[in-house]
């Protein structure tokens, strides 16, 4: 065990400074440069280049850069006059965070319920019907979702705000729109999951015992149904990271995706490197805790094949 | 050497020894219908599942309309005119039952044919810069499965030919490209997609090369752990035996024998594909214009989402059939290739 946790950190290291080094050197390649301004004459350029250490040699850049990495110094953002960029990542996190769990929360309730109720009414109408959502919140990409439901609830029915974060009923449609996928995921995995683990013996043991059908599921049944729930884990935080870009664009949430978003329009090339680099952390750490939790909770996985499936 | 003389009497094999069959030890050994192959079983329980055979019918009649839609009228995909701006959706045979919405009128109730003096009929309406959306969206339909398409293809020939040759050979080469695979594992690949995309041109080719430098890694780690349990068995034996190469065991045996995870795999490679596409254009990393794919299109149809919501809802109702469609003929096939659910 000591020896896989090791061996594990070891590939999160190198996967992490792999990341680095291909953003750093990817921002070196790109076009055009964040002082394109013409007013600006050569001198006040060239100050700005030294400011920001763009006249140093690459190499130097590159050392410079993953040393700063290690104290937590993402560097300065060019349009934001020099606001370090892991402070806007900081007053940006906590946005996406909140709506990020939120989806997460309610999507996992929903999905769970879906699943069980479908699984246990397994081949009816609440079965068909259950698989049909899903499908749909597997299928239809989340800004559509979103536009649908900013245009029927927001603009027609006039139930909800359509864009800004100044409270909680302005949380409700992004966090809808952003759940659908963790709902879709959810509850096909745990329908599957939960009739395999309906066939059973000790369930039909259970059953015979004279327990309700609400015990058998719950104690018996979905207890054993959840392990593998958490090898979706990684590919659903993934997508609510890039869902989070693309609903906190829709609903002009100030999140950190949306920041993201506009870094990329802007050059600002420290906050996009910092935020992708921050993005991958998150991931590469989501990960190795769900292979940790994975042989926790269920002592037959055997460590070294690993547990998680990917997905984009 | 001498032959062991075994018998020392002769026998004689007399009628009496023997018994006739009874009918049903016949039976036993008749085939009851004709054997079925790999395909036609998997074609006859994939005709079971509603789900995928729906999903079938709309993609040819997606692919019917990416093929044929631009040409089905007379106007061109980039055709500018701004005497017809922002027209609302109208059709010939429709515009009398107004609640379907395909009379022309806005929804403030503003018959805008009528108001611009326009008499053609455009079936999806214009948008903003007076293109008929009928002929952007197949047009861009067509790009969003070209790309998609296009990405399956190529994760699927560097995925089987890596995770074959990975499991293949084993030992020391299987070890190294598994630790390839493991740090690529790693790394989330919309992450990546977004990078390259913000140093190359965002392009049909630049996209779809983006997509595929992370993409092959899922249909890599299937195909590897399809071979390792195939690799051993009896028929690679006698096939080697009979002295076939590595190469022919590979293309001969192995690999055609792993279709089922191949073709499932492809079928979810290509919603992820038109998503991943659609997805960049939304934030911005798309195609360029004239150029339009599904997704740019949907990105447009955002900008005049409360006056003009006909722009984002034909689009986004296409790329939403398209993704079901998909999904739901993945799922089939998930089901009809794998023998696991055979009864």
Known sequence: MRKYIFSRIGYMFFTFLLIATFTFFLMQTLPGSP?????????????????????????????????????????????????PVTKIIGERIGVSAILGAQSLIVGTILGLFLGIIAAFRHNTIIDYGAMIIAVFGLSVPNFVFAGLLQYWVGVRLQWLPVAFWEGFEYSILPTIALSAFVVATIARFMRTEMLEVLGNEYITT???????????????????????ILTILGPLTVNLMTGTLVIEKIFSIPGLGEQFIKSIMTNDYPVIMGVTLFYSFLFIVVVFIVDLLYGVVDPRIRLSGGGHHKNT | MDIIKIHDHDYELEDELFEIAHEQQVDAVRISGASNSFWKDSWLRLRRSKGALFGLIMIMGILFFAIAGPYMNSYGFDDQDLTRTNLPPKVAMLEGISFLGFDGVDIRGVDQYAAKGVTNYYWFGTDDLGRDLWTRIWQGTRISLYIAFLAATLDLLIGVAYGSISAYYGGRIDNVMQRIIEILMGVPNIIIVILLILVLQPGILTITLAMVITGWVSMARIIRGQILKLKDQEFVLASRTLGANDRRLLLGHLIPNSLGPIIITTMFTIPTAIFTEAFLSFIGLGLQPPIASLGTIVNDGFKMLKIYPHMLLFSSVIISVTMISFNLLGDGLRDSFDPKMRR
Do not use: C
Not at chain 1, 45 to 73: C, H, M, S
Not at chain 1, 206 to 228: C, E, Q, S, T, Y
């Open chain 1, 35 to 83: 002082f394109n301004d013409e007013r600006l004459s050569p001198a006040q350029k060239e100050a700005l280049y030294e400011r920001y250490g763009l006249d140093k040699p690459v190499a130097i850049q590159y050392f410079q850069y993953l040393v700063n990495i290690t104290k937590g110094d993402l560097g300065v953002s060019y349009q934001f006059d020099g606001r």
């Open chain 1, 206 to 228: 259970a059953r015979a015992k004279g327990l309700n059908d609400f015990v058998v599921i719950v104690k018996h049944g979905m207890r054993n149904a959840m392990i593998p």
